[in-house]
């Protein structure tokens, strides 16, 4: 029996009217939630399945879905909505499934379709009252997953296809337990899920570690949270839902932090029942923490990665020092290599489907930082992205971008120098309605900007962004962040060209 649903055997037993997950018009008990999995459960083992994937909007059903596979020890796939098709038929292709349950069908047989995937319907499940339709496929040709692999988490990444990292039930609840140990998380609080479950941070955050402790999960479609296409958010709908939950905690990314902090400026209401905003999956500016600590909100600053099983240190009410990113949680400990990258412990993933497993005892991140004398980690950036100018100095763009966009008028950046004499940043500057941002506005934006770094990691040019970063064009990962060398790719003449123009004003 899977930890999880051993958690939610006791709940429905000791508190079986103790509300478990509310959603889609739907309030589920502890004991309501465990009937429900064990009727999924029992459905998925009689159609023989070994691999499952989940395309479905974030709601009770996608939670159900998700516990039922681990009951019935499926490996589990979850697809995230932004995924373009070219991603999905990656991940078909490689993941080992033989089933996908999905709320949109009709778009997932036409690619099927499109692919010469042979396919039929199976089932069409009411989960929560909601239908989903079980659809088989047989493949010719797939990766099989690690035979204790619960789930396959992937990731958009800021390069490349994406991969698929393998997970155990027995680690995920691990650092689940250690996850509501560190953040106090308790019967009595209810946890709105802002992000995407296909997203590994919402669903060990807000699927987990609140029904291991008895809590409440409100899961509202993505519609209903204010989110819309990959990455638009209507933030009168998301600080309106925040306040009609009456959430206590909840996890958001920068931008929907940034959102946030701007309402509440400008006069909106503030969601005054959180106890616990954490905040992650991308560098968050200095700036708006403590815009966020002046207007008294929680927010907690965290930092993880899939490779780790989500999260791996996080700030909480008794261990707080803005700057960082929290300390340790109880199943990690965190060493450095000579060239200060991260090297995690604990709560490690099997290894990449498709790849021999990873057995080493340390998972290098890839992220450079260091740990104070109280224990608190602190960030640098991505070892593959900071670059050297041509004076000899270090950078580490992530520093710079959020710098810039902590200005009002700054949407999205992305900066480059490796090699040069100067630094260029790549602009999507923030409209409202038919009103464009000007240039003197950027400019006045980045001059602020400038102000908080030192000369050499100053910007002392920018392009305006013909587009938005988004996930369909590819230019910026589900996690928000910029793929870097598919934006410098796309912008490369342009780049070019105030590197020849400096230079010859230097040589005139």
Not at 239 to 266: D, F, K, N, R, Y
Not at 457 to 485: K, M, V, Y
Request: net charge negative; hydrophobic share 40%.
């Amino acid at each position: 029996m899977n930890p999880f649903y051993t958690a939610i055997t006791k709940h429905a037993q000791t508190r079986p009217d103790a509300v478990a997950i509310e959603g889609d018009h739907i309030t589920l008990t502890y004991a309501n939630l465990k009937k429900e999995t064990d009727k999924l459960a029992h459905k998925l083992c009689n159609h023989h399945l070994n691999a499952v994937a989940l395309l479905a909007d974030n709601g009770p059903a996608w939670c159900i879905a998700d516990l039922a596979c681990l009951q019935a020890e499926l490996t589990l796939t979850p697809i995230p909505l932004f995924f373009s098709p070219q991603q999905i038929t990656h991940l078909i292709n490689t993941s080992g499934i033989d089933a996908i349950l999905t709320q949109q069908a009709e778009p997932l047989l036409q690619l099927l379709t499109a692919l010469d995937v042979k396919h039929e319907t199976a089932e069409t499940i009411s989960i929560a009252a909601q239908p989903l339709q079980l659809i088989r496929l047989h493949l010719t040709t797939s990766s099989q997953a690690p035979a204790a692999c619960a789930k396959v988490t992937f990731t958009s990444g800021s390069t490349g296809e994406p991969k698929g990292v393998c997970l155990q039930a027995d680690v995920m609840q691990r650092v689940s337990h250690s996850l509501a140990q560190l953040t106090g998380a308790n019967e009595s609080d209810r946890h709105i899920s802002l992000l995407p479950y296909a997203t590994l941070l919402e669903n060990i955050g807000g699927i987990y570690v609140p029904l291991l402790s008895g809590a409440t999960v409100v899961s509202p479609s993505l519609a209903d949270v204010g989110l819309s296409g990959s990455s638009g958010l209507d933030i009168k709908t998301f600080v309106g839902t925040l306040i009609q939950s009456q959430a206590t905690t909840c996890i958001m990314i920068p931008q929907m932090l940034h959102a946030l902090v701007a309402a509440i400026e400008a006069g909106a209401p503030q969601p005054h029942t959180l106890r616990f905003i954490a905040v992650g999956g991308a560098p968050v500016s200095e700036q708006l923490l403590q815009r966020a600590d002046a207007l008294g909100l929680p927010v907690y600053e965290g930092y993880g990665l899939s490779e780790a099983s989500s999260v791996v240190a996080v700030n909480s009410p008794c261990h707080h020092k803005p700057g960082s990113v929290g300390k340790i949680l109880p199943h990690a400990t965190v060493n450095f290599s000579d060239d200060g990258e991260i090297l995690v412990k604990g709560g490690l993933f099997s290894g990449y489907l498709g790849e021999l497993p990873f057995t080493d005892e340390y998972w290098p991140t890839g992220d450079i930082g260091s740990i104070d004398n109280e224990g608190f980690l602190y960030l640098s950036g991505r070892k593959k992205h900071i670059f050297i100018t041509a004076f000899g100095r270090n950078v580490s763009p992530e520093w710079v971008e959020r710098e810039l966009c902590m200005e009002p008028v700054i949407a999205q950046c992305c900066l480059f120098g490796e090699a040069r004499p100067f630094n260029i940043a790549i602009i999507v500057a923030h409209n409202s309605g038919d009103k464009q941002a000007s240039t003197q506005m950027i400019q006045a934006s980045v001059d602020a900007a400038n102000k908080q770094l030192p000369d050499y990691a100053s910007i002392s040019a920018w392009i305006l962004a013909d587009e938005t970063f988004s996930i369909a064009n590819g230019l910026w990962t589900g996690t928000g962040r910029p793929r870097r060398q598919f934006i410098f790719k796309q912008y490369e003449q342009q780049i070019e060209q105030l590197y020849t123009q400096q230079q010859y004003k230097q040589e005139t």
